[in-house]
């Protein structure tokens, strides 16, 4: 559930990339008209589910693994509704809940926490201090810090993005150590939301009985990290862009094995 008539990027990287981090079948939910012209050029393989009159009523009983939420939705009461209509409907799978999604939640946090399945909220420092309502420091101990108090207050995974990332949940703690500078670019926050759809999926599905949504999350800031480094190698990190991440996703993948 990403994208918007103003935004339509988000829609198309959040969906590449989960396509290329292994997720099988992509359905993304179209709130505007213009996105189901859009994706079917730019990611062909992707299913499209219409929302774009106004009603939600498609998203119920549909049995997707997870739901990723946010990117490119704009911060509007829609965003809001649709929000709310999802965490009251009962949805068992896994969640990915990212930009928008998390800034309509502002001083809310703890709405997340009555949701069933496992979730991962990935805010950048700006969303993080709108969620708590605080500044949040920039050394690691006070990032560290933060990302415990949102995933505790949300009972959720949490990925406090940009350099060295920290994922954490209760007392786990990881920050990576891969990525650089030319990642401070607009959509690469959407590729990694595209990212953790897919490796959340075990968790969804119980594949891997001892895949947890923490190592999908710590996994997933790690690839897309070695993604953006090689495609700096190749292009440079002035001239990288959020699609060069996609592109070198297989190959940040397959350094894994």
């Known amino acids: 559930m990403c994208g918007s008539a103003d935004m339509p990027g988000a829609a198309v990287l959040v969906a590449r990339s989960a396509q290329r981090a292994g997720a099988g079948l992509v359905a993304v939910a179209c709130l505007d008209a213009s996105l189901r012209t859009i994706l079917p050029i730019a990611a062909p393989e992707a299913v499209l589910v219409d ?17 990723v939420i946010g990117p490119g939705l704009g911060a509007s009461k829609r965003t809001r509704d649709l929000l709310r209509t999802l965490l009251a409907d009962g949805f068992e799978g896994a969640w990915v809940v990212d930009a928008d999604a998390l800034n309509v939640l502002s001083g809310e946090i703890e709405a997340l926490a009555a949701r069933r399945g496992p979730m991962v909220l990935t805010p950048h420092p700006g969303e993080a201090e709108r969620l708590l309502c605080r500044t949040i420091p920039r050394d690691d101990a006070g990032r ?24 954490a949940q209760d007392d786990r703690v990881y920050v990576n150590e891969t990525g650089n500078p030319g990642m401070a670019t607009a959509g690469a926050g959407d590729v990694l939301a595209g990212i953790l759809g897919a490796y959340l999926a075990p968790c969804a599905h119980g594949d891997l009985p001892s895949w947890t ?25 002035r001239g990288l862009v959020a699609s060069d991440l996609i592109r070198f996703l297989p190959a940040a993948q397959a350094r894994l094995h």
């Open 213 to 237: 949504a923490f190592d999908a999350a710590a996994s997933a800031v790690h690839v897309h990290g070695l993604a953006g480094d090689l495609a700096a190698a190749e292009v440079g990190r």
């Open 51 to 67: 929302l774009s009159a106004g009603s939600f009523a498609p998203l119920a009983g549909r049995k997707d693994d997870v739901r």
């Open 144 to 167: 560290a810090s933060a990302a415990a108090e949102i995933s505790r207050r949300s009972r959720a995974v949490c990925c406090l993005k940009g350099h060295r990332t920290v994922v």
